[in-house]
T-cell receptor
Framework: DAKTTQPNSMESNEEEPVHLPCNHS???????IHWYRQLPSQGPEYVIH???SNVNNRMASLAIAEDRKSSTLILHRATLRDAAVYYC???????????FGSGTKLNVKP | DVKVTQSSRYLVKRTGEKVFLECVQD?????MFWYRQDPGLGLRLIYF???????EKGDIPEGYSVSREKKERFSLILESASTNQTSMYLC????????????????FGNGTRLTVT
């Protein structure tokens, strides 16, 4: 199965860090791990991606397990605007196949 | 900024009608995709295209066809709409990165919510 598995939902308090897990046990050596998020009434938007090393950008951090069978998206300080569905997806190296799972709905409490 | 525009935000069609969903991107991207999104099922790939007149089936192509006559435009066609095709349809595009390892994210439109009655 080319898809990833994530918890259906998670809850966080505002201003606290959030760790969103993802399993991708069948990932191949050349597949990238991408994270997207979808706000209500919008299409998904890119958050971050990585291959083997941990990655940081202005939106989030991505921690990739050494065996690459799992990864974790880290939001360092959740805000109410971070409430969304987060998708962890496998991307084949030539970037023409993106395999979405059903995502994790993140609820952020004030 | 990349813009992916879907022609309709909401669409209501009758069973048996032929339906066209249009998508246009303005960044000269090689790859274009059609997904459908249903509650509890996430996004499922219907078709994608990596060049003009080229197409490949995704996970759920049955009941759909696509057309890509120009690089910027990718159309999804429901030959004979059925009620089980009521869904949110999302179009996306991406470029082929110049180097292996460089990023090439998907850029999505805001979706077309299709209801088939």
């Amino acid at each position: 199965d080319a898809k990833t598995t994530q918890p259906n939902s998670m809850e966080s308090n505002e201003e606290e860090p959030v760790h969103l897990p993802c399993n991708h046990s069948t990932i191949s050596g050349t597949d990238y791990i991408h994270w997207y998020r979808q706000l209500p009434s919008q299409g998904p938007e890119y958050v971050i991606h990585g291959l083997t090393s941990n990655v940081n950008n202005r939106m989030a951090s991505l921690a990739i397990a050494e065996d690459r069978k799992s990864s974790t998206l880290i939001l360092h300080r959740a805000t109410l605007r971070d409430a969304a569905v987060y998708y962890c997806i496998r991307v084949e190296y030539n970037f023409n196949k993106f395999y979405f799972g059903s995502g994790t709905k993140l609820n952020v409490k004030p | 900024d990349v813009k992916v525009t879907q022609s309709s935000r909401y669409l209501v069609k009758r069973t048996g009608e032929k339906v066209f969903l249009e998508c246009v991107q303005d960044m000269d991207h090689e790859n274009m995709f059609w997904y459908r999104q249903d509650p509890g099922l996430g996004l499922r790939l219907i078709y994608f295209s990596y060049d003009v007149k080229m197409k490949e089936k995704g996970d759920i192509p049955e009941g759909y066809s696509v057309s890509r006559e120009k690089k910027e435009r990718f159309s999804l066609i429901l030959e004979s709409a059925s009620t089980n095709q009521t869904s949110m349809y999302l179009c996306a595009s991406s470029s082929i990165p110049p180097l292996i390892g460089r990023n090439s994210p998907l850029h999505f439109g805001n979706g077309t919510r299709l209801t088939v009655t």
